[in-house]
């Protein structure tokens, strides 16, 4: 039963832009802490960005701060990264993440996702 579904990953130019979307099963009903993650070969999992659903507090990893930005469609219960100005570090499977968090500072912190969507593969070059 898939829960989390991403698109819009590919492949682009260095300076380019794309939008993921995260969007989550009406399953997931209670999840407001929506996230993404990436992973790099041979690198760790790190995460991106947040969101906290419930009141759009949203947290960005140092890397794509002013770059990167998360927003959200509650009605579509959707999640967007929009990724501009990408560099080849940028480049990696980008993987959505959602839990239940009692508010917006748990979700910024650290947590423990229980749903993950299967990732969209970014490449900068």
């Known amino acids: 039963h898939v829960q989390l579904v991403e698109s819009g990953g590919g492949s682009v130019q260095a300076g380019g832009s794309l939008r993921l979307s995260c969007a989550a099963s009406?399953?997931?009903?209670?999840?407001?802490?929506m996230s993404w993650f990436r992973q790099a070969p041979g690198k760790e999992r790190e995460k991106v960005a947040s969101v906290y659903t419930d009141d759009g507090s949203k947290y960005y990893a140092d890397p794509v701060k002013g770059r990167f930005t998360i927003s959200q469609d509650n009605a579509k219960k959707t999640v967007y990264l929009q990724m501009n100005s990408l560099k080849p570090e940028d480049t990696a499977m980008y993987i959505c993440?959602?839990?239940?968090?009692?508010?917006?500072?748990?979700?910024?912190?650290?947590?423990?996702?229980?749903?993950w969507g299967q990732g969209t593969q970014v490449t900068v070059s």
């Open positions: 009406e399953y997931l009903y209670r999840a407001n802490c």
């Open positions: 993440a959602a839990q239940h968090t009692w508010d917006g500072a748990a979700c910024q912190g650290r947590v423990e996702y229980n749903y």
